[in-house]
């Protein structure tokens, strides 16, 4: 950034990450670099049985850890399973405004996006499904970026019914699972819709480790696992053994950090909703990080910049709907998000 402006753009927390993921980092660094053991066969690693863990004791899930395939991050995952199930022109249908990195994936593979407009609907979103013909794939963030929801049982089982009627492989990002505020509550796609569904997801989000570079496909399609299983064995990578430590240690160890984290975080949203000026318009998220806040005109993440000294996502870059939006990180201390919010009062 440029002297003096406080990026509060992208989703990176400002905070530390769990003692418990600097302790087995640490450790690892200063002992064994070779080989894991897991190399040849990851989905029988630790990987593959912590994460089927954390799904088992957090949400009730009970995943089968042999069907979980490791990535380096979730838009590698995305694009290779794109790459291996669909063609050029088959529609990709996506709740907007939505992560604008996977929009720009699917415009440089040529899949064509089906909106499902997330519309305003007093302090939360509603949406309605269009008629998604001409679909491959159901693209689902949930917990949703950059608006916060956490969808409901009822409006996930309306989106499995429309994946079942126009055959769709279902890929749901749950990466920010882990970051939902009581009382609402984050429920797997997967234990809905488990055989038409890959479930991807990560440590990094909840636990500020976006350099670590390691996630997880869970694999319930088992035409998407044969197509998978027929690539060359290391023609997409592998996390190294530091991401592995780093995601393991997080989801067994790293809970008493995150809930305090959680808290600090649920203060932060609370605050905005408090203090945010009149200039913009707030819905405070059931989940994430991310405020996503109507300022009424396009182009105003750049005045912000420019007038208050603070960097935003434009949401233009959000797709249909995101225009008038801008899209703020409130993962910062609490004196570091009082700054904030006394220079976005500036505004105009």
């Excluded at 992560?99 to 699917?106: E, G, I, K």
């Excluded at 023609?235 to 808290?263: I, K, M, N, Q």
């Excluded at 709907?321 to 976005?344: K, P, Q, S, W």
């Amino acid at each position: 950034m440029e002297p003096g402006v406080i990026p509060a753009w992208v989703a990176d927390m400002d905070l530390p990450t769990a003692p418990a993921v600097q302790d087995v980092l640490a450790r690892r660094a200063a002992g064994d670099l070779g080989y894991p053991a897991w190399l040849l066969d990851p989905s029988a690693g630790p990987l593959a049985e912590a994460f089927a863990e954390r799904m088992s004791t957090r949400y009730g899930w009970q995943p089968d850890p042999t069907l979980v395939r490791p990535f380096n991050d979730l838009n590698q995952a995305l694009q290779v399973l794109l790459q291996i199930w669909t063609r050029p022109g088959d529609g990709v249908a996506v709740h907007t405004p939505a992560y604008h990195p996977f929009l720009t994936t699917l415009q440089v593979m040529d899949r064509p996006l089906h909106p499902i407009r997330l519309e305003p609907d007093g302090d939360t979103w509603r949406f309605e499904v269009p008629d998604l013909s001409g679909c491959r794939v159901l693209l689902l963030v949930n917990p949703q970026n950059p608006t916060g929801r956490a969808f409901t049982r009822a409006e996930l089982e309306t989106l499995a019914e429309c994946a079942e009627r126009h055959d769709l492989l279902v890929i749901a990002d749950e990466i920010h699972s882990d970051l939902v505020y009581e009382p609402h509550r984050h429920i797997p796609f997967a234990t809905i819709l488990p055989e038409r569904t890959v479930t991807l997801t990560s440590a990094t989000k909840a636990f500020n480790l976006g350099g670590i570079r390691c996630s997880v496909a869970h694999v319930g399609h088992a035409g998407v696992r044969a197509a998978l299983e027929a690539q060359p064995p290391f023609v997409y990578g592998s996390p190294s053994v530091f991401g592995v430590e780093a995601t393991v240690a997080a989801w067994r160890h790293g809970d008493a950090w995150l809930a305090e984290t959680l808290a600090l975080l649920d203060r932060n949203r609370r605050t905005i909703a408090e203090r945010l000026p009149g200039t913009f318009r707030y819905r405070m998220p059931e989940a994430t990080y991310l405020a996503w806040l109507e300022v009424g005109r396009p182009g105003m993440a750049e005045v912000i910049e420019r007038e208050a000294k603070v960097k935003l996502n434009d949401g233009a870059a959000f797709g249909p709907g995101g225009e008038h939006c801008v899209r703020l990180n409130f993962a910062t201390t609490e004196a570091i998000l009082d700054e904030i919010l006394t220079r976005l009062s500036t505004i105009r």
